[in-house]
């Protein structure tokens, strides 16, 4: 028997949970079976496939109402829009290149309000090609104006999308989510994972409660594409970007504080007081836990900061934050390193930031490199 | 050297395809999270094929575990095939490349590896404890088959490290063939005939790589290789050494 609740807080807060040893992509799984989702569509790619192998297991049993497998990744991400606007609950999910090759249609979700939740599987996208899990394409979601959230580990792939459905759906928001892990390290590995029983379930999306209403046969689609003022070069169409682009970067501020609500924080923060804090997301945070663990043992005083949501930036949090530091440390499983780029733009006296550690094609980052950037000693 | 505060193992696991590198290490994971013990694993992701290199990744601990991905630098290096040493069968040249000081390194072989004096004085430097362990012959002696070499493999480790347990083994052989919800005794009767061929068969399967991966265990502990970690403790190559010290041999 399954319970539809009224309030997603008893899923999210309340419902007594118990610990289950589980991969990544199981534990996203169990995020879906809750989450009340009416439509999955996705298109196989390393290492999201065995995912969404789960996710076709849950529409088996009728967890989903349906399911399928899209042509290619444009396609997936447009149709996924399609069943956004027509109002039911939609995941996908995609990794690597799949990612780049749905962008075009993926930035056009937020400005046509479009809430769903995407799942990422980060792995490398540039050449040499690998599928291992570099997150440099996080980078490009960060622009595209939907929320992206950064888990950690099997735990946060648990919470994180069901976090997002919720958060997305909110009147005031009513924004796409993207929930990226670095894949295999979380999505194929074990972990613990705290989870309410099975026979829970959100309530479902309730389209007619949204900023833009949902496509029915009373209310002809958002009319902002085909729209002559708009599209020509004029200044009534500068002005209506203007609005439209403000709006969908409001809408992410006022996602902060059910984020807060249901993450627990944009941020968590471990050692405060340290004068040498580590500022980190995705599976760098556990290598970093470990760095402060380590350090511990060798009487090094090591804060830690896990930014969960990249967008929103929790920049006000992080100043707050970091104030006392005298160094910063950002290791990043990426060439760019674009967090620490997003933390220098966001903190006073930004020259406190050291760029790096940095590993590339998805090599994991061993704990002695964050160790050696902090004491300067190579072991 | 003393024996580390809260026992934390990185064990590096490098064999070549098909020998079930990656099925070993799932299975000393979760015979240490049976134990209520701590651990994550990862194999190393390429294109795996027979023969081919395989890695694979186990952290176990009686602590907190948070780190996860490959490990660069184990404290523990076990080696499947005398090949991934003598033909470079490996990611990691040379094989214990990256072995934190005064590890271990576990070798399945039925006799000594004759290392080159570079590699031997390395180990040595890096006060590397060195056991050799007959898994393969041991898993067609006990198992009856050579495939079991792997359990033979998860044997040793247990036995030289101390965790998991016996009991943690035989329950995730177990869970691995069989899966958590089977029970071996009861419900049998009420399966058809076939699932209950099947069934038995599967059964015999997950005992053979039992007996194997204790009949490993037993070897270790017979050779009180469990008390590695104590000061002046000396391995099958410090014997080998001063033996041919003393003999005036190299």
Sequence with gaps: ?379 | MSKPRARRYSVRMAGIGGQGVVTASHVLSNGVIIDKGESTMVPFFGSEKRMAPVESYVRISEDSIYEIGEIIYPNVIVIFHTQVITHGKSYTMPFYWGLKPNGVVIINSETDLQLNPDEERELRDMNAKVFHVPASKLAVEVGGTELATNMGMVGAIAGILGMPSAEAIAQSIKERFIGKGIVVSGGTAALDNVIERKFAKKAELVAKNNDVAVAAREYALERGWDSWWMDGYKDSSDLRREQAAATGAN
Excluded at chain 1, 4 to 20: G, Q, T
Excluded at chain 1, 134 to 156: K, P
Excluded at chain 1, 245 to 270: F, H, P, T, Y
């Design chain 1, 1 to 379: 028997m399954i319970h539809v609740l009224m309030s997603s807080d008893y899923l999210m807060l309340e419902a007594p949970r118990e610990k289950e040893f589980i991969t990544g992509s199981e534990a996203a799984k169990e995020a879906i079976r809750r989450a009340n989702v009416d439509i999955a569509i996705a298109y196989p790619i390393t290492p999201q496939s065995e995912t969404m192998q789960q996710v076709g297991y849950l529409y088996a049993e009728g967890y989903i109402k349906d399911y399928y497998r899209g042509e290619e990744e444009i396609g997936v991400m447009s149709a996924v829009a399609g069943a956004s606007r027509a109002g039911v609950r939609v995941l996908t999910a995609t990794a690597g290149p799949g990612l780049m090759r749905g962008m075009e249609a993926i930035v056009s979700w937020p400005g046509a309000r479009l809430p769903s939740v995407l799942l990422v599987m980060c792995r490398v996208v540039n050449t040499p090609l690998a599928i291992q899990p570099d997150n440099v394409e996080i980078s490009y979601l960060l622009n595209a104006g939907g929320i992206v959230l950064h888990g950690e580990n099997q735990q946060d792939f648990y919470d994180f999308p069901l976090a997002g459905f919720m958060t997305g759906e909110k009147p005031e928001v009513t924004l796409p989510v993207a929930v990226a892990v670095d894949g295999f390290f979380v999505t194929h590995a074990r972990g613990w994972v705290n989870m309410p029983s099975e026979d829970l379930k959100l309530p479902p999306r309730n389209c007619y409660h949204e900023a833009v209403p949902m496509m029915d046969n009373e209310n002809p689609p958002i009319r902002i594409s085909r729209d002559a003022p708009i599209q020509k070069s004029n200044f009534i169409s500068y002005q209506m970007h203007a609005s439209w682009q403000q709006e969908i970067w409001a809408a992410q501020e006022r996602a902060k504080k059910w984020l807060d609500r249901w993450l627990g924080g944009l941020i968590e923060i471990v050692n405060p007081k340290a004068k040498t804090m580590i500022v980190a997301s995705g599976a760098a945070v556990s290598q970093s836990r470990e760095a402060v663990r380590q350090g511990e043992e060798q009487g090094l005083d090591i804060g830690l900061i896990k930014v969960k949501s990249l967008r929103p930036f929790p920049g006000k949090e992080l100043d707050e934050a970091l104030d006392h530091a005298d160094r910063i440390i950002v290791p990043e499983f990426n060439y760019i390193g674009w967090l620490s780029k997003e933390v220098k733009s966001a903190i006073k006296r930004s020259d406190r930031v050291v760029a790096g550690p940095r590993v590339f094609g998805g090599m994991t980052m061993p704990t002695e490199l964050i160790l050696e950037t902090i004491t300067g000693i190579k072991k």
